[in-house]
């Protein structure tokens, strides 16, 4: 079994057919893939120690000031110790996630939902949406789904699904500045 394989960086992405053919003609036209699975959140870690399939041992040491998150794809090291190459690949899995479906013309609905899921500062990723319905993806967490649950007018359903990086909605302030219409007001009815 080969040593320890390091890597510092990303050499590529094997879903991007022009990195395969250059890649290929780098080894010599032949090269075999090993899968390094990993979880949808382990895609942003830049140190960790993984196992591929094929048991070869991945120490990765990736710049940080890079700032992308691994991808679906992603060569991470070249073992060339045997007779043919090892690309060694990236391969996210698919997570059990809740499906979020709110109707488009009840923003009450979606702006509890959305609070929900920030309060428990759960990611949430955008779905495929339509003229009629807002549709959002964020990770099962048993306490998240009750409270999803329990709120009117949230269709809440657990599907798999790969969360893609790109749709996620921003994590920081700084990326997204939210600004309520001037005649909007909250009414706080007193009991009784």
């Given amino acids: 079994m080969p040593e320890r394989l390091v890597s510092t960086t990303c050499l590529g992405n094997l879903n991007d057919p022009s990195y395969e053919l250059l890649l290929r003609r780098n080894l010599g036209g032949v090269f075999e893939v ?4 990993l979880d949808w959140d382990q ?3 830049r ?7 094929l048991g070869r041992t991945v120490n990765a040491r990736l710049d940080a000031t890079d700032g992308e998150r691994l991808a679906d794809g ?3 090291a070249i073992d060339r110790t045997g007779a043919v190459p090892v690309a060694v690949v990236v391969r996210l899995r698919s997570a059990e ?5 709110v109707d488009r013309m009840d923003p009450i609905v979606l702006a509890h939902a959305c609070w929900e899921i920030g309060n428990m500062h759960a990611p949430l ?3 495929d949406s339509d003229e009629h319905t807002v549709r959002m993806y964020t990770p099962v967490q048993p306490v998240l789904g009750r409270m999803l649950r329990g709120i009117e007018g949230v269709r809440l359903s657990v599907v798999t699904r790969e969360l893609d990086a790109g749709r996620r909605f921003a994590s ?7 600004s309520m219409a001037p005649d909007f007001t909250i009414v706080k009815k007193a009991r009784g």
């Fill in 74 to 76: 992603d060569v991470l």
């Fill in 34 to 37: 090993d899968e390094l699975l």
């Fill in 125 to 127: 990723f955008r779905g």
């Fill in 47 to 53: 140190l960790f120690v993984g196992v591929t399939e």
């Fill in 97 to 101: 996630v809740y499906l979020v479906e």
């Fill in 43 to 45: 895609a942003d870690a």
């Fill in 172 to 178: 920081s302030a700084a990326d997204v500045v939210v």
